[in-house]
């Protein structure tokens, strides 16, 4: 089973990638996991550029979705959302039929301890539009998420950890009840 993990952030050491890679970690060994990492790349979304020939990034993001069995989503709350960058590669998938019905999990992680769930909220409903089949089970908020990973992006919380083997093995599930 080839699942993406997707996050959220431009930043390279971002808490979300931390997650994501920890998750990947925690999978079981029949779980491949691959990542996207061409956020950053991406052109700003207009209709008038969704149009062959597409930008090569655009290309890039829609193999990668198509690829996938699954898709593990996180994303960092930024003023009461998710961000534009995120967003925006969302955007790239309205004229498609890439994430119909595919198994999507939904993290997100806030260094405060009250925040995330409006970022989450936000994904929740951009994934609702685009048709995909979100995984309830698969869903994780991790709010004060500074506080459960070391320096080195390890996961620390044991609560977290057990959170994370939870949404990886929910999602798995949703996509082998679909395959």
Partial sequence: MHLLAFG????????????????AALAPASVRF????????L????????????????TTLRQRLAAADGILFCTPE??????????NALDWTVSTTLLTNKPVAIMSASP????????????????????TQIVEEASLL????????????EVTDAATRQQLQRVVAALG???????
């Avoid at 691959?34 to 790349?41: I, N």
């Avoid at 930024?78 to 967003?87: Q, S, T, V």
């Avoid at 405060?112 to 048709?131: I, P, V």
């Fill in 8 to 23: 959220g952030s431009l930043r390279p050491a971002s808490t979300t990638g931390q997650l994501l890679r920890a998750a």
């Fill in 34 to 41: 691959g990542f996207y990492e061409g956020l950053a790349d």
């Fill in 142 to 153: 991790i709010p004060g998420v500074r506080t459960k990973l070391s320096a080195t992006g």
């Fill in 78 to 87: 930024y003023a009461y959302g998710m961000p534009g960058a995120f967003k």
């Fill in 43 to 58: 052109p700003h979304f207009s209709p008038e550029l969704d149009a062959e020939p597409l930008p090569r990034a655009v």
């Fill in 173 to 179: 599930q949703a996509c082998q009840q679909q395959g």
């Fill in 112 to 131: 405060s301890f009250l925040g995330g769930d409006k970022a989450h909220a936000a994904l929740q409903l951009t994934l609702t539009a685009l048709n």
